[in-house]
């Protein structure tokens, strides 16, 4: 069955493979975020810290993995045009993709208030909870820089992406009618245009080398400053918008007088920006490269955008037999991990701070379980087996997929009028 655009015009069915590498990678991007935002209370070895604490770099993937994923499935394979009759109008698209993620964003914080609240007010009082509880629930964290990270502090990123995807309904359409080099342009601009601020603050403050990841607020220049860089929604956009370009630089590849662009062997492999990622990761935990949180997330995201684009072509060439890397990254059990990602994502936050936040652990259980490093693979475990119960218990339920839809048609149909 076809679709229709703006104009009525149908739009050939084509079906879409699925990416089933491009699940399992969210695995591991969420497994090395979730144990970078605790490995400080496992370990004071300074390399181990360096090497795994780099998640203001790493988060940029995500960003970008969204905006491709979000091109993916709303623009057609092989032409340039969108499938309007799910981006408009932009209302229901937005609030549809909210509802992807917000009834479990809902229920963990729900769940968690009370720890999230008594925390919080014993350090800023039961009014300034009250409006940071606000503030978490209504995702607006992330457009305050010194606040972004409250209840559930991993979710800032939840926060700047809703901004994004207010956005795409108005950006998609136009990304769809990109010619390749149209498309080529426009990442090099978003490429720009994401360094610019980054440029700024490094310039400003001499922070060039910084490495954020593992610096205390007490001593850093101007944290304030960092984290305007670090948690805006604008920047998010940027990064979700390249994402969104690399996945048409794909789609296109069977259109009309397009080509799969001629790349020799070893950078149209998955391996090369595999490799580049983890080599840059280790080379800024070495020392070796001394490069700032901010550029580097860039950087990362660059690299993580031409892996994606092998991946994906790898993936429909051939049979989809791909290389040694897609063919891994299907395995069925790492693709269920990529499933149970987000719920790792939204948990791994509250346990932790169940036990390792001192006020929280101290009331609980008498002691942080930072003084047992040993415990950390068992935070771990934990984590991991909540996400699963959390997935199918509740993501799969009908009733709350049920609910979900209820509630996506009656807000669509309020914006809407």
């Known amino acids: 069955m076809g679709e229709k655009d703006g104009g009525g015009d149908a739009i050939k ?34 390399l181990t810290l360096a090497a795994l604490s780099q998640v203001n770099v ?41 509802m992807g993620f917000y009834p479990l964003y809902f229920l963990v914080n729900v769940v968690f208030a009370p720890m999230f609240f008594y925390a919080d007010s014993f350090y800023n009082g ?42 795409m309904p108005f950006a998609l359409p136009s990304i769809a009618q990109f010619k390749r080099k149209h498309l080529s342009s426009a990442f090099k601009i978003l490429v720009a245009v994401s360094l610019v601020a980054k440029l700024a603050y490094s310039y400003d403050l001499g922070a060039w080398g910084f490495m954020e990841g593992v610096m205390s607020a007490k001593t850093h220049p101007n944290w304030l400053y960092f984290n305007s860089v670090r ?40 391996a090369t920006p595999l490799v580049a990622m983890v080599c840059f990761l280790a080379a800024r935990a070495l020392g070796v490269v001394a490069v700032n949180d901010a550029i580097s997330r860039t950087i990362f995201t660059v690299l993580f ?30 693709v269920y991990l990529g499933t149970i990602s987000f719920p790792i994502y939204i948990l791994h936050g509250p346990i932790g ?27 771990l475990v934990i984590v991991l087996a909540s996400a699963a119960l959390t997935h199918e218990f509740f993501i799969k339920n009908k009733k709350v997929q049920e609910l979900s839809k209820s509630v996506t048609k009656k807000v669509s149909a309020a914006l809407t009028v």
């Open 13 to 46: 069915a084509v079906k879409k493979p699925r990416l089933p590498a491009l699940d399992s990678i969210r695995f591991f991007l969420i497994t090395y975020i979730s144990v970078g935002h605790f490995i400080a209370c496992a370990t004071r070895d300074p």
């Open 58 to 98: 790493v988060v940029g993937a995500f960003f970008v993995l969204s905006g491709y994923v979000a091109a993916y499935t709303t623009t057609a394979l092989g032409t340039y045009e969108a499938s309007m009759d799910r981006l408009r109008p932009s209302p229901s698209y937005f609030v549809s993709r909210v």
């Open 126 to 167: 039961p009014v300034t909870a009250a409006v940071h509880g606000l503030m978490t629930f209504s995702l607006t964290q992330a457009w305050f820089p010194m606040h972004a990270e409250l209840w559930n502090a991993p979710t800032w990123f939840l926060s700047a992406f809703t901004f994004a995807l207010a956005a």
């Open 231 to 270: 948690f805006s929604p604008f920047n998010a956009l940027i990064d979700v918008l390249m994402g969104a370009v690399a996945a048409r630089s794909v789609m296109i590849d069977s259109a009309d007088g397009e080509s799969v662009p001629k790349q020799n062997a070893v950078l149209s492999c998955s």
């Open 305 to 334: 955008s031409m892996f994606a684009v092998n991946v994906h072509r790898e993936t429909v060439r051939d049979g989809g037999a791909g290389s040694l890397v897609s063919r891994v990254l299907s395995w069925k059990p790492l």
């Open 353 to 379: 701070q169940v036990f390792y936040k001192r006020v929280v652990a101290t009331k609980l259980f008498g002691k942080v379980f930072t003084q047992h490093p040993q415990f950390f693979p068992v935070y």
